[in-house]
């Protein structure tokens, strides 16, 4: 890998070997043309359905089947543009691909919109007939989850408008996305060697890292004042995706956003507020963990900026690509010999594109569809975090993988109730091995550190952004605005209630709602706490040696969407319906918290 300069490279300019490889997704832009035009006679097609599904079961297997091959077209073609465009969101060419096949998504919803309301029309005797035959056998089930949505479907034609209008209330978050990602420019910050660094969202992290305070606290004050000139435009944005969330609930006569939201995985609304109660019965322990951190770091009260830097300093990993890619195949042997096979494609078949250049997209995902290769967007800058993160995203990639090689397309596309299990099992089993491997006692340390940041930022800093979110879609549905003061205002006050006493925080914090993507998702946060929770139990699992409980897991992977979310995590051992895992979770961390003090004080 080569060494970083000051300024970043353009994707061009990248080693070809630190870059996802597109090409067996399409050669070419003109191959990509070909197949976005191709989408047009699959449409037509399915049109050709329109008013006849009531006719017989052959009928509406064949109108299913149609939709099913034109989703997989558009969805293969809007993959390769995302990417191309994540490689460089000030690209307006790559941008205009996305754009492109957005209005033609929007239109195609808007055309198909008939078919739920006309499968709701079949009178409730002669659907529960046809649900009987063998020619919707396959099928049953995501009829029987379509029937489920009887309360909450609209006309053809209201459901048409709403599909027409997709488009334009993306436009917020979009808005967003670009301001964020292209066009927001951050101030330049002197690094632990004295030299001025530009800031950029990919190396933010590396600054709070840091062992010098100073250069913590520049990173921080550099970072949200840059947010604080762009308060009323990310309010607006924001605002504006709430309301979208808030009127989609109330005209398909949902209570709320909320319920709304919960309602494809079939998840009760209980489960999203056990979670805040149950974060709350444990907050004790994360102050714990706050008062062993400033003690270690010899200060009377922390800051923000003082929980991300590692309490061993010198103990601080600086690891290369090669070398990450190395700890994550060791890490995953106990998935066994057919994962490790399967995970080596990744790096011989360039899943991955590795490095921070010019323009990419900030942060890090796995993406594909089922006739691509399950990519993974990074921004590695060689710090431990970045080696979690690999094995987090691979962890996607892997499910994704499984699942397609197991279900037909109709079933292949997880619930994203389960999208984080998979990664956060697969961060917990690197922990276990480098706790094996570097046995001197600061390495320990320093990983026992690491690991009790991934469960403060994954299950208590998560869930206080989710219960973030519930608060503001809740003021939205009464009609209260979301201005940046009350944002920011709200903000403060919950960020102040989840960190204790022992934290003092820069007023700047409150300007944390404005950085953060994922309150743009309709309530996608509290995943990554239950996936946390149950992740913790899985890898116990895993690393007992257990064949059955290893196939168990393996089945979660394998399963898709063929079973209701909550009884997939049922099979696999974890019951996501109560709270247990995510007290079990927290009381874990609270071990790991004792073990850290005993370690370091």
């Known amino acids: 890998m080569p060494e970083k300069s000051n300024e970043l490279l353009q994707h061009s300019e990248l080693p070809v070997e630190l870059t996802w490889d597109l090409i067996p997704l399409y050669r070419d832009l003109k191959a990509w043309e070909k197949d976005l035009k191709d989408i047009d006679p699959l449409v037509a097609k399915f049109m050709s359905y329109k008013g006849r599904l009531a006719e017989s079961p052959e009928v509406l297997a064949e109108a299913i089947t149609a939709m099913d091959v034109m989703e997989r077209l558009a969805e293969k073609v809007y993959t390769y543009a995302h990417l191309k465009a994540d490689e460089d969101t000030g690209n307006s060419k790559n941008s205009a691909l996305v754009d492109r096949i957005s209005a033609k998504y929007a239109r195609i919803s808007g055309e198909t919109a008939w078919f739920d309301p006309e499968v709701m029309t079949i009178p409730l005797e002669k659907i529960n007939k046809f649900l009987k035959s063998k020619a919707l056998k396959f099928y049953k089930r995501s009829l029987e989850e379509l029937l489920r949505e009887r309360p909450h479907t609209l006309s053809e034609k209201e459901e048409r408008i709403l599909g027409l209008a997709s488009d334009i209330f993306s436009n917020p978050h979009k808005t967003f996305s670009k301001l964020n990602n292209a066009d927001m420019k951050f101030p330049r910050v002197k690094n632990d060697e004295g030299k001025l660094i530009t800031l950029t969202h990919g190396n933010y992290i590396e600054f709070l890292e840091s062992h010098d305070r100073n250069v913590r606290q520049s990173a921080f004050k550099a970072m949200f004042d840059t947010y604080a000139k762009y308060r009323n435009t990310i309010a607006s944005t924001l605002d504006g995706t709430i309301k979208k969330h808030a009127f989609y609930a109330k005209i398909r006569n949902y209570p709320s956003a909320l319920e709304a939201s919960l309602f494809e995985d079939n998840v009760p609304a209980e489960v999203y507020n056990n979670l805040i109660i149950a974060v709350k019965t444990k907050l004790p322990l994360l102050h714990k963990y706050l008062e062993v951190r400033a003690k270690a770091m010899k200060l009377k009260k922390l800051d923000m900026y003082d929980i991300y830097n590692p309490l061993v300093p010198e103990c601080r990993v600086?690891?290369?690509?090669?070398?990450?890619?190395?700890?994550v195949r060791e890490a995953l042997k106990p998935l066994g010999k057919e994962y490790c096979e399967l995970l080596e494609k990744a790096f011989s078949q360039r899943w991955i594109d590795v490095m921070e250049c010019k323009g990419k997209r900030s942060g890090a995902y796995s993406s594909g569809c089922y006739d691509s290769y399950p990519y993974v967007l990074m921004n590695f800058n060689g710090t431990l975090n970045d080696v979690f993160t690999l094995a987090h995203e691979l962890g996607h990639s892997m499910h994704s993988l499984y699942s397609n090689r197991t279900q037909q397309y109709h079933y292949a596309d997880y619930s994203i109730f389960v999208a984080e299990v998979a990664s956060t099992t697969n961060e917990l089993l690197l922990h276990h091995y480098l706790m094996k491997q570097k046995r001197d006692k600061n390495v320990q340390a320093y990983l026992l550190c690491h690991l009790a940041d991934e469960i403060r930022g994954t299950v208590y800093r998560q869930t206080m952004f989710a219960e973030f979110e519930k608060m503001i879609h809740e003021k939205s549905?009464?009609?209260?605005?979301?201005?940046?003061?009350?944002?920011?205002?709200?903000?403060?006050?919950?960020?102040?209630?989840?960190?204790?006493?022992?934290?003092?925080?820069?007023?700047?914090?409150?300007?944390?709602?404005?950085?953060?993507?994922?309150?743009?998702?309709?309530?996608?946060?509290?995943?990554?706490?239950?996936?946390m929770s149950a992740a913790v139990k899985l890898s116990q699992n895993i690393l007992s040696g257990s064949k059955e409980k290893l196939e168990a897991y393996l089945g979660f992977l394998k399963a898709g969407d063929s079973k209701d979310v909550l009884d997939i995590m049922k099979d696999a051992g974890v019951d996501l319906s109560r709270p247990e895992p995510v007290l079990d979770a927290l009381d874990e961390f609270g071990n790991i918290v004792k073990q850290l003090e005993k370690a370091l004080l």
């Open 318 to 327: 600086k690891v290369t690509w090669d070398q990450a890619c190395h700890w």
């Open 477 to 531: 549905e009464n009609s209260v605005p979301l201005t940046p003061d009350m944002l920011s205002e709200e903000y403060y006050k919950l960020n102040k209630e989840y960190y204790g006493k022992v934290v003092d925080a820069d007023k700047r914090v409150e300007m944390e709602w404005a950085r953060i993507p994922h309150f743009y998702y309709n309530f996608y946060v509290y995943k990554y706490a239950t996936g």
